[in-house]
């Protein structure tokens, strides 16, 4: 498998950056997984935020303990608090994801380009 196999799978599939790393470009690496994690903290401190929310209706008796009520709580609960910041980190990891991919795939081709010629 050359580099640009290796560094697009590592970043595609094991965290953005992954491949900048394996590339040996530690700041890029660095950023991109930095830039991951707090995108990933914030959807993650959103859902935990709304999970206690609907947790606590469910043992204050507000929500009944039955599939189809869970769903239409849950269902409404989405629809109506949609958190602006948890739509932007979704799609800065996107972004991020697609950058890290991008970026691996473009330097490993001159990390392969650079190993042909010697």
């Known amino acids: 498998m050359n580099k640009t196999k ?3 799978t590592l970043s595609a599939f094991v965290v953005p950056g992954a491949g900048h790393w394996y ?7 660095v950023a991109l997984m ?3 994690t707090i995108a990933t903290y914030i959807l993650l401190a959103d859902v935990w935020e709304q999970a206690n929310l609907i947790a606590q209706k469910m043992v204050s008796g507000e929500i009944q303990l039955e599939l189809s009520a ?3 709580v849950l269902v409404e609960h989405r629809s109506a608090n ?3 910041s948890m739509t932007m980190a979704t799609v800065a990891l996107g972004v991020i994801w697609l950058l890290g991919v991008g970026g691996a795939w473009i330097s490993g ?9 010697e």
């Open 70 to 72: 869970l769903m239409n």
């Open 82 to 84: 949609s958190s602006n």
């Open 34 to 36: 930095l830039a991951s």
């Open 23 to 29: 590339l040996g470009k530690r700041w890029q690496a």
């Open 109 to 117: 081709k001159a990390a392969d380009s650079r190993d042909a010629n």
């Open 6 to 8: 290796k560094a697009v």
